[in-house]
């Protein structure tokens, strides 16, 4: 079945850096669009980025835009979220998410996340 | 960017009751309009997909209608599992945007 397992998450020092992982199973990676969604403790969902499909486009929230990319390795079926000057804002609970139909914006596949701290 | 409000932001109801959530778009999004539930402690799970179309396997218990700003789900028949938050999502433009959540709680 379809499935998708996020990794790398804890706690960090604002400032640093940290890469997030998502390995994705039961269907064809490489044709579909993949998201991150966060969850800030206690909080509603917020998009953060997109990858296309052949990993050539990607698109960020604002909020994260300039400090974060997104990649992706057809070869090993995973998705990365790479974090860079993270701030205490962005402690959040990061989930990837299959993407589907329009804009590969309808979420249809959620990992269990994983959680980001920015602390000093 | 467009933003996306829901209401109620909480609402008590009892099992077998009808409940209906309504979204609105600041700015008209098409049928592009996504409903999740999340139970706590759990990931998000998408119920319904461009208004109406309901994801496999979730029960028919679930509707969805609308188009361009306003958009309602609808749970027939609240079951126990029920109870949770919901959240809508337009996926007309990116930035994708959700609504804030409505937590449906047990009366």
């Known amino acids: 079945q379809v499935q998708v397992v996020e990794s790398g998450g804890g706690v960090v020092q604002p400032g640093r850096s940290l890469r997030l992982s998502c390995v994705a199973s039961g269907f064809t990676f490489n044709t579909y669009g993949m998201n991150w969604v966060r969850q800030a403790p206690g909080k509603g969902l917020e998009w953060v980025a997109l990858?296309?499909?052949?990993?050539?486009?990607?698109y960020f929230a604002d909020s994260v835009k300039g400090r974060f990319t997104t990649s992706r390795d057809s070869s090993k079926n995973t998705l990365y979220l790479q974090m860079n000057g993270l701030r205490a804002e962005d402690t959040a609970l990061y989930y990837c998410?299959?993407?589907?139909?329009?804009?590969?914006?309808?979420?249809?596949?959620w990992g269990r996340g994983t959680l980001v701290i920015v602390s000093s | 960017d467009i933003q996306m409000t829901q209401s109620p932001s909480s609402l008590s109801a009892s099992v077998g009751d009808r409940v209906t959530i309504t979204c609105r778009a600041s700015q008209s999004i098409s049928s592009s309009l996504n409903w999740y539930q999340q139970q706590p402690g759990k990931a998000p799970k998408l119920l319904i997909y461009?208004?109406?179309s309901l994801k496999y396997g979730v029960s028919s218990r679930f509707s969805g209608r609308g188009s361009g700003t306003d958009f309602t789900l609808t749970i027939s028949n609240l079951q126990p599992e029920d109870f949770a938050t919901y959240y809508c999502?337009?996926?007309?433009?990116?930035?994708?945007?959700f609504g804030q959540g409505t937590k449906l709680e047990i009366k």
């Open positions: 990858i296309s499909s052949d990993g050539s486009d990607t």
């Open positions: 998410a299959r993407g589907v139909g329009k804009n590969d914006g309808s979420l249809d596949s």
């Open positions: 461009t208004t109406s």
């Open positions: 999502q337009q996926s007309y433009s990116i930035p994708f945007t």
